[in-house]
C-alpha cells in the first residue's frame, strides 16, 4: 500500500512539474520599453522613429529631446506624463521635431505652469491638458490644425491663449471650464467651433471669430456670464450656429460686424445675439500699395528736381 502511495505520489508531482513547464513556455515574457535618461519610449516604422511613452525623472522644468536612442521623436504618447513623476513638471518645452501630442499626454499635471509647443507640432489630442489647473498662458504655433476634444478643459489659471494661424479645428469642450481666460481671438484658419468650445468661461469678456468660421457648436459660449461682446471678422455669417450658443451670457451681449456684411443690421437679432454698432472697414492692401506707390513717386520726382537743381547751379 505504502508503495502504491509513493508511486501515485510521484506521479502527481512529475504532472505537476510538467504542467508547471507548459506554463512557463507558454506565457509570454513582458517586453521592457527602451529607455534613455527620464524617457521610455517606443520605436515605429522604417526608418524608426520614437514615440514617448512615459517619464521616470524630478520633474521641475524640462526640455523633451528631439532624439532618443539615435531616433528621432515625433510624439508624445498617450498619457506619457499622466504619472505620479509627469505630475511634478512644472514647465516643458517640446522640440519642433515633435509632430503630434497625443490624448491624456499631460492630463492632470497641475504643477505644470508653462508650455512651449515646437512648430513642427501639428495635432493636440483630446484631453492632452486636461486639468492643468496651474497653466496660465499657452501659444499654440501655426503648424498646428486641430485642437482635439477637451484640450485644455478645467485648466481654470489659464488667463490667455494665442491661436495660431494654422487651426482649422477647435473641437468640443477645447477649453471648456477655463475660469479664468478673458479674451479669445480665433484666426481666420478656424471653420468649426465645436459644441461646448468655451462652455464656463465665467471670466470671457470678448470674443473675435475670425472670417473662415462657418459652424458654430451648441453651447459653444454657454454660461460665459462676463461675455458682452462678439466681434465677426467675416462678410458672411456662420451657416451653422447650435442651440444654446450663448445661453446664459450678460442681458448686454452685443454682436458686431462689417457695414457690408450679409449680418443683420445694429439693433436687429441674430440667432439670440443683437447686433451692435458696426465695425469700421479695415483698409484694404491695394490701398495700401497705392500709398505706397503714391509715396515712392513723389520722393523721385524730388530726387530729380534735386538733382535739376544742383545741376544748374553748376552751369551758371
Known amino acids: 500500500m505504502g508503495k502504491k502511495f509513493g508511486i501515485r505520489m510521484n506521479s502527481i508531482i512529475l504532472m505537476m512539474i510538467l504542467l508547471l513547464g507548459a506554463f512557463i513556455v507558454v506565457v509570454p515574457s513582458t517586453a521592457i520599453a527602451p529607455q534613455v535618461g527620464d524617457y521610455t519610449y517606443t520605436l515605429s516604422g522604417s526608418p524608426a522613429v520614437a514615440i514617448i511613452t512615459g517619464y521616470t525623472g524630478n520633474g521641475g522644468a524640462i526640455t523633451i529631446p528631439s532624439n532618443l536612442g539615435g531616433n528621432t521623436v515625433v510624439a508624445i504618447g498617450e498619457n ?25 499626454a499631460f492630463f492632470y499635471c497641475r504643477a505644470l505652469t508653462s508650455v512651449t509647443i515646437g512648430s513642427g507640432v501639428n495635432s493636440i489630442g483630446s ?10 498662458h499657452v501659444d499654440i504655433p501655426d503648424s498646428v490644425t486641430t485642437i482635439g476634444g477637451a484640450a485644455f478643459i478645467y485648466c481654470t489659471n489659464l488667463t490667455s491663449v494665442t491661436i495660431g494661424s494654422g487651426v482649422y479645428l477647435i473641437d468640443s469642450s477645447a477649453f471648456s471650464e ?8 480665433i484666426p481666420d484658419s478656424v471653420t468649426t467651433i ?13 470674443v473675435t471669430i475670425g472670417s473662415g468660421v462657418t459652424a458654430i457648436g451648441a453651447s459653444a459660449f454657454r454660461d460665459c456670464t462676463s461675455l458682452t461682446s462678439i466681434t465677426f471678422l467675416g462678410l458672411t455669417a456662420p451657416i451653422i450656429v447650435g442651440n444654446y450658443w450663448i445661453d446664459n451670457t450678460d442681458w448686454a ?3 458686431h460686424a462689417y457695414a457690408d456684411s450679409n449680418f443683420p443690421a445694429t439693433g436687429e437679432a441674430w440667432n439670440g445675439l443683437t447686433m451692435g454698432d458696426v465695425l469700421p472697414e479695415p483698409v484694404s492692401p491695394s490701398s495700401d500699395s497705392t500709398m505706397l506707390y503714391l509715396a515712392i513717386g513723389i ?18
Open 299 to 316: 520722393a523721385a520726382v524730388v530726387v530729380v528736381i534735386a538733382v535739376i537743381v544742383v545741376l544748374m547751379r553748376k552751369k551758371n
Open 80 to 104: 506619457a506624463f499622466d504619472n505620479y513623476n509627469g505630475h511634478l513638471v512644472t514647465s516643458v518645452i517640446i522640440p519642433s521635431s515633435v509632430a503630434v501630442i497625443e490624448g491624456f
Open 253 to 255: 451681449i452685443m454682436g
Open 178 to 185: 477655463c475660469w479664468s481666460l478673458t479674451h479669445v481671438e
Open 127 to 136: 484631453f492632452t491638458f486636461g486639468s492643468c489647473a496651474s497653466l496660465t
Open 194 to 206: 465645436g459644441d461646448n468650445a468655451f462652455l464656463d468661461c465665467f471670466s470671457l469678456t470678448s
